[in-house]
């Protein structure tokens, strides 16, 4: 039986721009639906059955960020921003309303499909449990036993190593800055700061890489790191 066709919504009011969006999303399999202003749109979004949408932050009527606090309000539904304000504050603000990931303008169509599959190949999300696979036979975390296992290797990872990669873990595609890393992973951890984040990682891929070829975490410039599954070297 074939699989039904993913349904993206694109919500962009540059009309050349979601045309040729729309076009690159059809040529690859996806049905695709087009809005050109924000009022309505998170509505639209929630009771359309969509997999996810395309959201540009400037809007006619309501804009991008408005728009996913109302859909963050209630749904999980996947979301990727766009916008050619490239301030890391406007990065930042998308990411911590729950963006899934985020696009600046210029951006080439072929990447923004390639980014909306890898995000619904990572759909669902892992809920949290004693043992939760991460990639197929590949990476393991065993959080009852606070231990980590690639192709069957036990990773030597400390408490904070651990806990960070848990944390990005738990929601494969979702871009995190420091702070929010700081916040969700180490919430009552006076001694790391922002900057040691980078440290940790660096520590956690040279251990995956020792052990296989799997490389997870993927670094967004300028805004700070996402667990990819299917990452390799």
């Avoid at 349904?7 to 721009?17: F, G, K, N, P, S």
């Avoid at 406007?90 to 909306?116: F, N, Q």
């Avoid at 449990?129 to 590949?138: C, H, N, S, V």
Wanted: charged content about 30%; some cysteine.
């Amino acid at each position: 039986m074939t699989a039904p066709r993913s349904r993206i919504l694109i919500v962009e009011d540059e009309t050349a721009l979601a045309d040729v969006v729309h076009d690159y999303l059809q040529a690859a399999g996806m049905a695709a639906d087009r809005r050109i202003e924000g009022t309505g749109a998170a509505r639209a979004a929630l009771d359309g059955g969509y997999d996810l949408v395309v959201l540009d932050i400037m809007l006619p009527g309501t804009d991008g960020l408005q728009i996913c606090r109302e859909i963050r309000a209630t749904s999980d539904l996947p979301i990727i921003m766009t916008t050619a304000r490239v301030e890391e504050i406007d990065r930042l603000l998308g990411l911590e309303l729950g963006a899934d990931d985020y696009l600046c303008k210029p951006y080439s169509p072929r990447e923004l499909v390639a980014r909306i599959k890898a995000v619904l190949r990572r759909r669902p999300t892992l809920e949290r449990g004693d043992t939760a696979p991460l990639a197929p036979a590949r990476l393991h975390l065993d959080r009852e036993a606070w231990r980590a296992t690639v192709d069957g290797h036990r990773l030597d990872l400390t408490p904070r190593e651990f806990r960070l990669l848990d944390t990005m873990a738990t929601r494969p595609g979702r871009v995190f800055s420091r702070e929010q890393l700081l916040d969700l992973a180490f919430p009552d951890d006076a001694e790391v700061f922002d900057r040691t984040i980078d440290s940790h990682i660096r520590n956690i891929r040279r251990k995956i890489a020792a052990a296989s070829d799997l490389d997870p975490i993927r670094s967004v410039y300028g805004v700070g790191y996402a667990f990819d599954p299917d990452g390799a070297e």
